[in-house]
């Protein structure tokens, strides 16, 4: 293969998590092969990548079984669309990042449509939590699945699909915590989707609340995206306290340095403060008959990645209907407080962290993928 190479490749993110790996990989890849045509599905940060965008993460905020349900509509005729558009167009190479109850029936679609078109994915589906069976479908649509973490190979092996390990991208952050000494920020992490901020924000306002009650010097830093910005503008209006709205990822690193704790949606960001080395709550709410059906499937305990390898809670996790306002005023206020309590949770932190950290880099193991199909 050579850098003039001029194939075509479809991709498509439907989340933010996605939309932040397939940016990498596409900065990557067109830095090798600047020749290549990319159209796709993302948001704002694959965008400048692709020549053609068809539709944007607002077109999909749908978050559990039951929001789903309601959109099922809207999403089987974007399915169908894009798989036809996808068939006649004739790309070289498909590659679908997370999102797999959309993803999946994508590309079984397309390749009912052209079975002999070339389909990756990135990042596994929870198998080893919820509907294992979704191991053995992916095996019949995919040539090749990329995991984050090695652990999930076997799920899919064991259907004969090509599994990689590429690694977790916290692989790039840095654990900058010991550089600054005197730390006044509370980060606040309210989630990446509109949903989260509406049924979670009630806990920041508690948390908001609380610091307030201290009295203290500290000031609250909320890193976000373009998307939520004036969502998070009009919940914060009338607090008191130093607030800070950050949306430059070079300025919240900074902010990141001077973080003493971070209240955290689960999820990708949960992990990423893992990695900085700040003691954190994890809360999560799911729709309560989202919540109430997820009971009878879900295999594990816990919501937060580390607290799942490790078969322990080593990140203190509220989850809905446990996260309720005087359980999660207590918790809270062990975070500000309890420093002992803290320091033990960043160093059981590390050793989980150690264990799923590769030593390469992800987004280079992903192109040296991708580049096999090209």
Known sequence: MNDNINKKIFICATEQSGDNIGEKILEKLIKKYPMLIIDGVGGSKMKPFMQNQFYSLKDFKSMGIIEILFSIKKYLKIINSLSKYIAKNKYDLIITIDSPDFNYPLSKKIKKYRHDTNIIHFVAPTVWAWRPS????????????FTLFSFENKFFEKYNLKSTCIGHPIYYIKNNSNVVKTKNNVAFLPGSRMGEIKSLFIYYQLAYEQLMKMNSKLQIFIPTLPHLREEIIQRTKKWKMDT????????????FLKTKIALVCSGTASLEIAKRGIPQLVIYKLNYFTELIARFFIRIKFANILNILENKM??????????????????????????????????????????????????EIAVEGIKKFL
Do not use: W
Not at 319 to 344: A, G, M, P, R
């Open 314 to 363: 080593i990140i203190t996790e509220i989850t809905n209907s446990d996260l309720k306002k005087n359980v999660f005023i207590k918790k809270f206020n062990n975070l500000l407080v309890d420093e002992k309590s803290n320091s033990q949770q960043i160093e059981k932190v590390n050793k989980a962290i150690s264990k799923i950290d590769l030593l390469k880099p992800p987004f």
């Open 134 to 145: 979704r191991a053995k479908k992916f095996a019949k649509v995919y040539n090749e699945i």
């Open 244 to 255: 800070v709205i950050i949306m430059d990822e070079k300025q919240m690193e900074n902010y």
